[in-house]
């Protein structure tokens, strides 16, 4: 608001004041008015970016704002602008997507667009009265930006992920938190989130997925993408790993130190364990290269091959729209048989199925914003490993820990080990 908005406003209010008693629901009402002649600028500056700060994808749209939106629009009265603006929009999104010196595609254009018509929603419906300022809704006259072609995305095939986890040259985390994001059927930054005591429970074999970390910064915000909650059973395939990992780090903390997984990381591992499938590796005009993302879409396609039934994968998946399960179970119907088998049992440096008999202890369920106790990566996929000839002497020998502490039974690059282990 401006300073001269600002006045005229308040003169405006100590007139109708002065000459009579307003009841509270009359006083609320007055407060909540907009004073006329509002910008989009200052209304999406002042009002509606701060509260989608929370948001998942909400880190975009400042930039989105600033860069497309708001020099377009940002000049036009926030209660009485009209469609054509839009139109002016729409077609700086497609001039900007046809341009090859840029990296913006109809992709991002969509995207941006599907912001404003959001935007344009919630002026006419939002159920709160300050962002309800409009009867009608101008983006609803407007078509929207070209569309262009889908690019395709790729998956690990079973044998491809069984030899990426289990070569000695791919870091023992990255192996990991492969195998979470496959067999937990979650996003990277859903897996990134997962709590001991909060999110897994081995005593009961069920995992809970109601958070994510944030890609941008590695905030741990309490919602996933969509808001959902999501609890199953985890799949016996991987519960050696996490029953090892839960000795490793007390079964406290998070399970994953929150450093962003990236891309390149799981490409050059493939490469080293020899796994060089072309589509895997290069991006064209209609295909991607394989992302950590994809990694989930992978165990949502084990679902299918599988035979497991296309409500029970929506549920794992967590889609809002069946028709995005749909893509998955359809691929995983195609899938031959020489891919490998799905849910096949996992390479044993990832955990040792000799601990079996070591329950969860009992933990807060409060939410925990710091990684596990003890072990602070210093490096990227920078963790330890356990010694199991000697982890399995130690309880053969009735003993629940080395006597040396961390530092006795861990090693690897990056890790510092501050925790003395029980004796």
């Known amino acids: 608001m401006t300073a001269r908005e600002a006045k005229r406003f308040a003169q405006g209010l100590s007139n109708e004041l002065r000459s009579r008693t307003l009841t509270e629901d ?8 907009r004073p006329l002649g509002r910008t989009v600028r200052d209304f999406v500056e002042h009002i ?30 926030i209660a009485t602008f009209s469609a054509e603006p839009l139109r002016k929009l729409v077609n700086h999104l497609d ?9 913006f595609t109809e992709k991002t254009a969509a995207n941006i667009w599907g912001l ?14 300050e962002l309800r300022l409009r009867d009608d809704n101008p983006a609803l006259a407007v078509q929207g930006p070209n569309h262009g072609n889908d690019k395709a995305k790729h998956w690990l095939y079973p044998r491809e992920l069984g030899t990426l986890v289990g070569h000695t040259d791919t870091p023992l985390e990255l192996a990991r938190f492969a195998a979470g994001c496959v067999y937990l059927f979650a996003r990277p930054g859903e897996v990134l989130g997962l709590e001991w005591g909060h999110s897994i429970d081995l005593k009961h074999q069920m995992v809970r997925i ?8 590695g905030t741990l915000r309490p919602h996933t ?85 296309d409500d029970d994968i929506r549920e794992r998946a967590g889609h809002a729209d069946f028709n995005t399960t749909l893509l998955y179970i359809r691929r ?23 601990v079996r008999d070591i329950v969860q202890p009992l933990a807060d369920s409060a ?29 053969a020998g009735g003993r629940h820990a080395n006597r040396r502490g961390a530092a006795g039974f861990l090693r690897g690059s990056g890790l510092r080990a501050s925790r003395r282990a029980r004796a």
């Open 367 to 395: 939410f925990s914003f710091a990684p596990a106790v003890g072990l602070e990566p210093t490096t990227p996929f920078a963790v330890a490993g356990a010694r199991w000839r000697t982890r399995r002497a130690d309880l």
């Open 116 to 129: 404003v018509r959001k935007f344009c929603s919630e002026l006419q419906r939002s159920k709160d009265p």
């Open 26 to 33: 009359e006083y609320q009402r007055l407060i909540q008015q």
């Open 332 to 354: 995983g119907k195609r899938a031959s048989r020489f891919v490998g088998q799905p849910f096949a049992p996992l390479p044993s440096r990832l955990g040792d199925d000799n």
């Open 225 to 309: 993408k969509t808001g959902d909650v999501r609890e199953f059973e985890i799949p016996d395939v991987l519960m050696p790993m996490l029953r090892a990992m839960q000795i490793e780090q007390d079964g406290t903390g998070l399970l994953f130190n929150r450093e962003k997984k990236r891309p390149q990381y799981l490409r050059a591992a493939l490469l080293a364990a020899g796994i060089d499938r072309h589509e895997l590796h290069h991006s064209t005009d209609r295909s991607l290269a394989i992302r950590m993302h994809d990694l989930r879409a992978s165990g949502i396609t084990y679902l299918a091959m599988a035979g497991y039934s």
């Open 95 to 103: 001039q900007r997507a046809a341009d090859p010196n840029t990296k």
């Open 210 to 217: 109601d958070r994510a970390v944030s890609e941008r910064d």
């Open 48 to 77: 509606y970016l701060p509260r989608r700060a929370d948001f998942a994808a909400a880190h975009y749209e400042p930039t989105w704002w600033r860069l497309h939106i708001l020099p377009i629009l940002g000049d036009e009265d």
